[in-house]
Protein backbone atom coordinates (compact mmCIF):
# COMPACT_ATOMS: atom_id res chain seq x y z
CA UNK A 1 0.00 0.00 0.00
CA UNK A 2 1.46 3.20 -1.31
CA UNK A 3 2.53 5.63 1.83
CA UNK A 4 1.06 8.73 -0.87
CA UNK A 5 -1.96 7.26 -1.99
CA UNK A 6 -3.14 6.49 2.01
CA UNK A 7 -2.67 9.98 2.78
CA UNK A 8 -5.97 10.58 0.96
CA UNK A 9 -8.25 8.00 2.86
CA UNK A 10 -11.00 8.70 4.59
CA UNK A 11 -11.04 8.78 7.66
CA UNK A 12 -14.93 8.88 10.20
CA UNK A 13 -12.36 10.52 13.17
CA UNK A 14 -11.01 13.11 11.23
CA UNK A 15 -14.59 13.92 9.80
CA UNK A 16 -16.49 13.83 13.66
CA UNK A 17 -13.34 15.34 15.25
CA UNK A 18 -11.66 14.56 18.64
CA UNK A 19 -14.49 15.44 21.04
CA UNK A 20 -17.42 13.75 18.87
CA UNK A 21 -15.04 10.61 18.98
CA UNK A 22 -15.08 10.51 22.70
CA UNK A 23 -18.83 11.10 23.07
CA UNK A 24 -19.93 8.72 20.63
CA UNK A 25 -20.58 5.45 21.25
CA UNK A 26 -18.84 2.88 19.05
CA UNK A 27 -21.91 1.66 17.46
CA UNK A 28 -23.30 4.62 16.29
CA UNK A 29 -19.26 5.54 14.86
CA UNK A 30 -19.68 2.52 12.72
CA UNK A 31 -23.22 3.76 11.16
CA UNK A 32 -21.63 7.06 10.62
CA UNK A 33 -18.99 5.29 8.66
CA UNK A 34 -20.91 3.13 6.94
CA UNK A 35 -23.65 5.94 6.13
CA UNK A 36 -20.55 8.13 4.56
CA UNK A 37 -19.25 4.86 2.63
CA UNK A 38 -15.96 5.03 4.29
CA UNK A 39 -14.72 1.43 3.00
CA UNK A 40 -16.49 2.28 -0.81
CA UNK A 41 -14.52 5.64 -1.28
CA UNK A 42 -11.22 4.39 0.04
CA UNK A 43 -11.30 1.07 -2.01
CA UNK A 44 -12.13 3.45 -5.12
CA UNK A 45 -9.03 5.54 -3.78
CA UNK A 46 -6.29 2.68 -3.44
CA UNK A 47 -8.01 1.29 -7.18
CA UNK A 48 -8.10 4.59 -9.04
CA UNK A 49 -5.47 5.04 -11.77
CA UNK A 50 -5.54 9.00 -10.93
CA UNK A 51 -6.66 9.32 -7.20
CA UNK A 52 -5.33 12.92 -6.28
CA UNK A 53 -6.27 16.12 -8.42
CA UNK A 54 -8.36 16.56 -11.30
CA UNK A 55 -8.13 13.27 -12.75
CA UNK A 56 -10.21 11.86 -9.97
CA UNK A 57 -14.00 13.39 -10.56
CA UNK A 58 -13.93 11.18 -13.42
CA UNK A 59 -12.01 8.02 -11.55
CA UNK A 60 -15.21 8.44 -9.06
CA UNK A 61 -17.91 8.62 -11.23
CA UNK A 62 -16.68 5.42 -13.03
CA UNK A 63 -16.09 3.92 -9.65
CA UNK A 64 -20.12 4.66 -8.80
CA UNK A 65 -21.38 4.09 -12.15
CA UNK A 66 -23.01 7.61 -13.03
CA UNK A 67 -22.57 9.00 -16.57
CA UNK A 68 -23.80 12.30 -17.94
CA UNK A 69 -23.91 13.90 -21.20
CA UNK A 70 -24.09 17.68 -22.22
CA UNK A 71 -26.19 20.25 -23.92
CA UNK A 72 -25.17 23.61 -24.90
CA UNK A 73 -21.32 23.56 -24.62
CA UNK A 74 -21.12 25.82 -27.68
CA UNK A 75 -22.08 29.00 -25.46
CA UNK A 76 -18.94 28.82 -24.40
CA UNK A 77 -15.74 31.00 -25.05
CA UNK A 78 -12.88 28.38 -23.51
CA UNK A 79 -10.36 31.70 -23.33
CA UNK A 80 -12.90 33.70 -21.39
CA UNK A 81 -12.83 33.39 -17.12
CA UNK A 82 -16.03 32.96 -15.91
CA UNK A 83 -18.50 32.76 -13.20
CA UNK A 84 -20.56 29.62 -13.03
CA UNK A 85 -24.00 29.46 -11.48
CA UNK A 86 -25.80 26.34 -10.72
CA UNK A 87 -28.45 25.13 -9.38
CA UNK A 88 -28.30 22.33 -6.66
CA UNK A 89 -30.83 19.35 -6.91
CA UNK A 90 -28.42 16.59 -5.24
CA UNK A 91 -25.93 17.79 -2.44
CA UNK A 92 -22.81 15.65 -3.97
CA UNK A 93 -23.02 14.07 -7.59
CA UNK A 94 -23.10 17.20 -9.08
CA UNK A 95 -19.49 18.26 -8.02
CA UNK A 96 -17.78 15.52 -9.35
CA UNK A 97 -20.05 15.98 -12.37
CA UNK A 98 -19.58 19.37 -13.30
CA UNK A 99 -15.57 18.49 -11.89
CA UNK A 100 -15.43 16.26 -14.84
CA UNK A 101 -16.73 18.37 -16.90
CA UNK A 102 -14.41 21.50 -16.59
CA UNK A 103 -11.29 19.40 -15.90
CA UNK A 104 -12.45 18.03 -20.00
CA UNK A 105 -12.69 21.75 -20.93
CA UNK A 106 -9.94 23.68 -18.50
CA UNK A 107 -7.94 21.33 -17.36
CA UNK A 108 -7.29 22.09 -13.72
CA UNK A 109 -7.96 25.28 -13.84
CA UNK A 110 -11.13 25.51 -11.50
CA UNK A 111 -12.49 26.09 -8.04
CA UNK A 112 -15.99 25.60 -6.70
CA UNK A 113 -17.18 26.66 -3.66
CA UNK A 114 -19.15 23.89 -1.74
CA UNK A 115 -20.40 22.97 1.21
CA UNK A 116 -17.83 22.23 4.17
CA UNK A 117 -18.51 18.03 3.69
CA UNK A 118 -16.59 17.57 0.36
CA UNK A 119 -13.32 19.09 2.25
CA UNK A 120 -12.75 15.65 3.83
CA UNK A 121 -12.68 14.51 -0.40
CA UNK A 122 -9.03 14.69 0.53
CA UNK A 123 -7.88 13.60 -3.47
CA UNK A 124 -10.04 16.40 -4.52
CA UNK A 125 -9.46 19.52 -1.52
CA UNK A 126 -7.23 21.50 -3.89
CA UNK A 127 -10.50 22.43 -6.32
CA UNK A 128 -13.26 22.65 -3.98
CA UNK A 129 -13.46 26.12 -1.26
CA UNK A 130 -15.73 24.77 1.73
CA UNK A 131 -18.39 27.55 3.50
CA UNK A 132 -20.27 26.70 6.09
CA UNK A 133 -23.74 27.11 4.29
CA UNK A 134 -26.00 25.94 7.96
CA UNK A 135 -24.19 28.57 10.11
CA UNK A 136 -23.17 32.46 9.19
CA UNK A 137 -19.42 31.55 10.87
CA UNK A 138 -16.84 31.32 8.16
CA UNK A 139 -13.07 30.75 8.48
CA UNK A 140 -11.08 33.64 9.21
CA UNK A 141 -9.12 33.47 5.55
CA UNK A 142 -12.36 32.62 3.24
CA UNK A 143 -12.32 36.39 2.36
CA UNK A 144 -8.52 35.83 1.43
CA UNK A 145 -9.45 32.64 -0.43
CA UNK A 146 -12.55 33.89 -2.59
CA UNK A 147 -11.01 37.24 -3.23
CA UNK A 148 -7.80 34.89 -4.74
CA UNK A 149 -9.95 32.77 -6.29
CA UNK A 150 -11.63 35.35 -8.35
CA UNK A 151 -8.50 37.33 -9.29
CA UNK A 152 -7.06 34.00 -10.86
CA UNK A 153 -7.23 32.22 -14.02
CA UNK A 154 -9.25 30.18 -12.54
CA UNK A 155 -12.72 29.13 -13.54
CA UNK A 156 -15.09 29.51 -10.76
CA UNK A 157 -18.53 27.53 -9.82
CA UNK A 158 -20.71 28.28 -7.05
CA UNK A 159 -24.10 27.09 -5.92
CA UNK A 160 -25.68 30.15 -4.83
CA UNK A 161 -28.46 28.17 -3.39
CA UNK A 162 -26.02 27.36 -0.95
CA UNK A 163 -28.17 23.93 0.23
CA UNK A 164 -29.62 20.79 -2.27
CA UNK A 165 -33.26 20.96 -2.95
CA UNK A 166 -35.75 20.51 -0.85
CA UNK A 167 -39.01 18.82 -0.99
CA UNK A 168 -42.48 21.80 -0.50
CA UNK A 169 -45.93 21.05 -0.83
CA UNK A 170 -45.31 17.99 -2.36
CA UNK A 171 -42.98 19.47 -5.01
CA UNK A 172 -39.41 19.06 -5.36
CA UNK A 173 -38.11 23.15 -5.33
CA UNK A 174 -34.56 24.82 -5.32
CA UNK A 175 -34.28 27.16 -2.51
CA UNK A 176 -34.26 31.27 -2.87
CA UNK A 177 -31.04 32.10 -4.27
CA UNK A 178 -28.22 34.32 -2.17
CA UNK A 179 -27.38 37.74 -3.78
CA UNK A 180 -23.68 37.04 -3.07
CA UNK A 181 -22.63 35.72 -6.74
CA UNK A 182 -24.34 38.69 -8.88
CA UNK A 183 -22.13 41.03 -6.10
CA UNK A 184 -18.81 39.33 -7.01
CA UNK A 185 -19.80 39.14 -10.95
CA UNK A 186 -19.93 43.03 -10.85
CA UNK A 187 -16.98 43.34 -8.77
CA UNK A 188 -14.48 40.88 -10.40
CA UNK A 189 -15.98 41.40 -14.01
CA UNK A 190 -17.07 38.39 -14.87
CA UNK A 191 -19.82 37.22 -16.91
CA UNK A 192 -22.22 34.47 -15.76
CA UNK A 193 -22.79 31.34 -16.86
CA UNK A 194 -26.07 29.73 -16.31
CA UNK A 195 -25.76 25.79 -15.91
CA UNK A 196 -28.53 23.36 -14.85
CA UNK A 197 -27.75 19.91 -14.00
CA UNK A 198 -30.69 17.06 -13.96
CA UNK A 199 -31.39 15.09 -10.94
CA UNK A 200 -33.39 14.34 -8.08
CA UNK A 201 -32.82 13.03 -4.38
CA UNK A 202 -34.90 10.21 -2.49
CA UNK A 203 -37.79 10.60 -0.76
CA UNK A 204 -35.62 9.19 2.59
CA UNK A 205 -33.86 12.30 2.27
CA UNK A 206 -36.33 14.43 1.63
CA UNK A 207 -37.96 12.98 4.70
CA UNK A 208 -35.18 13.64 7.31
CA UNK A 209 -35.30 16.80 6.24
CA UNK A 210 -39.19 17.56 6.64
CA UNK A 211 -38.26 15.38 9.90
CA UNK A 212 -35.66 18.12 11.22
CA UNK A 213 -37.72 20.96 10.04
CA UNK A 214 -40.35 19.56 12.44
CA UNK A 215 -38.88 18.88 15.27
CA UNK A 216 -36.61 22.13 14.89
CA UNK A 217 -33.48 20.56 15.02
CA UNK A 218 -30.27 22.63 14.49
CA UNK A 219 -28.56 19.71 12.35
CA UNK A 220 -30.24 18.47 9.11
CA UNK A 221 -30.80 15.23 9.07
CA UNK A 222 -30.77 14.69 5.26
CA UNK A 223 -27.35 15.62 5.80
CA UNK A 224 -26.39 12.70 6.81
CA UNK A 225 -27.59 10.70 4.10
CA UNK A 226 -26.32 12.71 1.36
CA UNK A 227 -23.11 10.35 0.35
CA UNK A 228 -25.58 7.29 0.44
CA UNK A 229 -27.66 9.43 -2.04
CA UNK A 230 -24.62 9.86 -4.44
CA UNK A 231 -24.13 6.04 -3.88
CA UNK A 232 -27.60 5.40 -5.18
CA UNK A 233 -27.22 7.13 -8.08
CA UNK A 234 -25.47 4.54 -9.71
CA UNK A 235 -26.34 3.26 -13.05
CA UNK A 236 -28.17 7.06 -13.70
CA UNK A 237 -27.23 9.22 -16.73
CA UNK A 238 -27.16 13.01 -15.88
CA UNK A 239 -27.78 16.21 -17.74
CA UNK A 240 -25.50 18.86 -17.90
CA UNK A 241 -27.17 21.86 -19.98
CA UNK A 242 -25.30 25.41 -20.61
CA UNK A 243 -26.78 28.58 -20.80
CA UNK A 244 -25.54 31.49 -22.68
CA UNK A 245 -23.45 33.83 -20.64
CA UNK A 246 -24.67 36.83 -19.44
CA UNK A 247 -22.53 40.17 -19.11
CA UNK A 248 -21.54 41.68 -16.09
CA UNK A 249 -22.74 44.80 -17.13
CA UNK A 250 -26.32 43.43 -16.86
CA UNK A 251 -26.69 43.79 -13.63
CA UNK A 252 -27.37 47.40 -12.94
CA UNK A 253 -28.66 49.45 -10.29
CA UNK A 254 -31.97 48.85 -11.93
CA UNK A 255 -32.91 45.65 -9.33
CA UNK A 256 -31.06 44.62 -6.23
CA UNK A 257 -28.71 42.10 -6.43
CA UNK A 258 -31.36 39.96 -4.96
CA UNK A 259 -33.66 40.24 -7.73
CA UNK A 260 -31.20 39.60 -10.22
CA UNK A 261 -30.15 36.52 -7.65
CA UNK A 262 -33.83 35.25 -8.64
CA UNK A 263 -33.98 36.52 -12.02
CA UNK A 264 -30.80 34.09 -13.17
CA UNK A 265 -31.86 31.18 -10.95
CA UNK A 266 -35.44 31.22 -13.27
CA UNK A 267 -33.31 31.76 -16.75
CA UNK A 268 -31.62 28.20 -15.29
CA UNK A 269 -34.47 26.68 -14.51
CA UNK A 270 -35.62 27.12 -17.95
CA UNK A 271 -32.91 24.82 -18.73
CA UNK A 272 -34.09 22.18 -17.63
CA UNK A 273 -36.89 22.00 -20.29
CA UNK A 274 -35.94 19.23 -22.76
CA UNK A 275 -33.69 17.37 -20.65
CA UNK A 276 -36.02 14.44 -19.84
CA UNK A 277 -35.67 14.30 -16.13
CA UNK A 278 -38.79 13.54 -14.70
CA UNK A 279 -38.62 13.52 -10.37
CA UNK A 280 -38.74 9.52 -9.54
CA UNK A 281 -41.01 10.07 -6.55
Not at 173 to 200: C, M, N
Not at 202 to 228: A, E, H, Q
Request: with cysteine; glycine share 6%; net charge positive.
Amino acid sequence: MSKDRTEYLLRVEEVLGPKLMKKLPRFAINFIKRRIHQDEINDCIMKAEHYCGAGFFEEALKYIGITYKVRGQENLNLDKKYLFACNHPLGGPEALIIGSLFNSLYGEVFKVLTNQLLRHMKPLTEFFIPVNVVSSKQSRDLGVKVADMFNSDSQVLIFPAGLCARKIDGKVTELPWKKTFITQARKYERDIVPLHISGFNSRRFFFFCKLSKFLRLKFNLGMVFLVDELFNKAGQEFVITIGKPIPHTTFDKSKTDLQWAADVKDIVQTLSEGNGCLPNM
